[in-house]
């Protein structure tokens, strides 16, 4: 089966504490996403790449990381630097003109 | 900067219409989405349109685009209690991005 996977589900973290959410996609996709949602809010873009050792700033990266050393896998950090960054994570990935965007099920973290 | 706006909320009967209506501001939009996200889960693409499309039918989903106005509407018919969930308009800008609004919840009584 193909589809993006994001692990874990549920993640609790200490503040202070960098923590690094996991996103893997077996669509050969070129493109790939970060967005945070919070609630009653749209998606926000943090990072893109649209292709592998490349990738973009979106409109809130700063606090975050990512990297891109491979086509299926574009992992990001939340970095102490974050100030609030308690949200539910959301990763995709996109191939074509139309850009439609097929997601993961999300990463919900919480930082106390 | 480029903006995508719906109502927050929306109830109907089941076996009705629903109708969910966004405005968009770029003018330069190529293409718009609805996507469909139910509890605690991603979202998922339902269908999407080209900016130079009026109208676009997919079983149970119309959509329909008014440009000149910037208005996108998604039409679901005989509404089921399995539509409930919370509806994204979206539209990709003449860039790479895709902006997103922030959802309408759709609430299906029985």
């Known amino acids: 089966d193909g589809g993006i996977t994001q692990s874990p589900k549920y993640l609790f973290r200490k503040e202070g504490q960098n923590v690094t959410l996991s996103c893997e996609q077996n669509?050969?996709?070129?493109?790939m996403y970060w967005y945070r949602q919070d609630p009653g809010q749209g998606l926000r873009l943090i990072y893109y790449?649209?292709?592998?050792?490349?990738?973009q700033k979106g409109d809130i990266a700063e606090g975050y990381s990512v990297s891109r050393e491979k086509k299926e896998s574009f992992p990001l950090t939340v970095t102490s630097a974050q100030k609030n960054p308690t949200a539910f994570y959301l990763c995709?990935?996109?191939?074509?003109?139309?850009?439609?965007?097929?997601f993961g099920p999300g990463t919900r973290l919480t930082v106390t | 900067g480029e903006d995508v706006e719906q109502s927050l909320f929306l109830s109907v009967r089941e076996g009705d219409s629903s109708v969910i209506n966004c405005t968009y501001t770029?003018?330069?939009?190529?293409?718009l989405y609805w996507y469909k996200q139910e509890p605690g889960a991603g979202l998922q693409l339902l269908t999407y349109i080209f900016s130079n499309m009026d109208m676009k039918q997919d079983q149970r989903l119309t959509v329909l685009l008014n440009k000149k106005d910037k208005h996108l509407s998604l039409r679901i018919a005989d509404t089921q209690t399995g539509d409930s969930a919370i509806y994204f308009c979206a539209e990709k800008d003449g860039g790479f991005k895709t902006i997103f609004g922030a959802g309408t919840r759709l609430f299906v009584k029985a």
């Open positions: 770029d003018s330069s939009s190529t293409y």
């Open positions: 790449s649209q292709i592998v050792n490349d990738f």
């Open positions: 995709a990935s996109s191939i074509g003109n139309a850009n439609e965007q097929y």
């Open positions: 669509l050969n996709h070129d493109a």
